[in-house]
């Protein structure tokens, strides 16, 4: 509905209606003999007047003459009952918003984009969450390939260093077969070949002192590791030993030949051997005793 023409309308309405009620009041308070006045000058029937007067009472007698006292000098008029006008201003017209409230679409708009929002923050964290589980799921598997992988290449290092082991011992048991075999030709059992034997005055003590000797030699050679390239040379060790032969400390003289990992083999051969013959060789016991190390 067009309110612009409604407006005028009932602004016409409304002045009509409070002239037409001004105009009645204005009526209302007229004297009876306004309107006989006013109907004999139009010289209309008595009859069409809606108010009339009464006439005055006419009493028999003589005539008293009588003024009156108060502030009224005569009786109000007698009221006259009217009946009341119809209200025939129209309602005002209910005009129904064409848009919604700016305050309203602004708060729907804004609940809408706060949804959204959290919306993308539940997915972003369930991807989150699903990229860690995946991730924590490759590293386990990761892992345990590791794991195998390490089982692996250790059974491979052990079984290397068995047949490292093996050849040792092998070639040792070789070296000691031939020892002896020399040593029963020469009618001296457990005493080394006479290229190995060391030089001494052929007196009691000399002879023991190269068993004694002798006897290292075979102790320290079952827990030698030869390394690959080993010189086949000898190697000066001086070997620090307690009463009993437990062996306190080994090292390789600065004249030794071999390599790092030679002069490390040697010593720790010395130090696997723990405890060296002592029972027999009391009086030819060193503390302090420089060893000869021949590789066999």
């Avoid at 028999?60 to 119809?86: F, N």
């Avoid at 700016?102 to 809408?112: C, F, K, L, T």
């Avoid at 007196?203 to 102790?219: G, M, P, V, W």
């Avoid at 600065?254 to 010593?267: K, L, M, Q």
Wanted: net charge negative.
């Amino acid at each position: 509905m067009d309110e612009s023409r409604w407006t005028p309308k009932a602004v016409i309405f409304a002045a009509i209606l409070h002239l037409g009620i001004v105009g009645f009041l204005f009526l209302a308070v007229l004297p009876c003999t306004s309107y006989e006045n006013f109907f004999s000058a139009l010289h209309l029937p008595a009859g069409l007047n809606p108010i009339t007067c009464n006439p005055p009472l006419q009493l028999q007698g003589q005539v008293i003459e009588a003024s009156l006292m108060g502030p009224t000098g005569s009786p109000p008029p007698r009221p006259v009952k009217t009946k009341p006008l119809p209200n025939t201003v129209p309602p005002p017209p209910t005009v129904p918003p064409e848009h919604p409230d700016v305050v309203d679409q602004e708060r729907v708009v804004a609940d809408a984009l706060q949804k959204a929002e959290d919306a993308k923050k539940l997915q972003e964290e369930k991807e989150r969450q699903r990229q860690s589980e995946l991730d924590a799921q490759a590293a386990k598997q990761k892992e345990e390939k590791q794991k195998q992988l390490d089982a692996l290449f250790a059974k491979m290092d052990a079984a290397a260093q068995q047949t490292k082991q093996l050849d040792s011992k092998a070639k040792q048991a070789k070296q000691q077969m031939e020892d002896l075999a020399n040593a029963k030709d020469d009618g001296q059992p457990d005493l080394p070949t006479a290229d190995q034997r060391q030089t001494g005055n052929n007196s009691q003590n000399s002879d023991l002192s190269s068993e004694y000797k002798a006897a290292i030699q075979n102790a320290v050679t079952p827990n030698w590791l030869r390394p690959d390239n080993i010189p086949n040379a000898s190697c000066l060790v001086h070997i620090v030993q307690s009463p009993g032969g437990d062996v306190m400390s080994a090292t390789v003289d600065p004249s030794c030949p071999y390599d790092d990992a030679g002069r490390r083999s040697v010593e720790n051969a010395v130090l696997r051997t723990k405890t060296l013959p002592y029972k027999g060789f009391e009086s030819v016991f060193q503390r302090d005793i420089p060893f000869t190390f021949r590789p066999q």
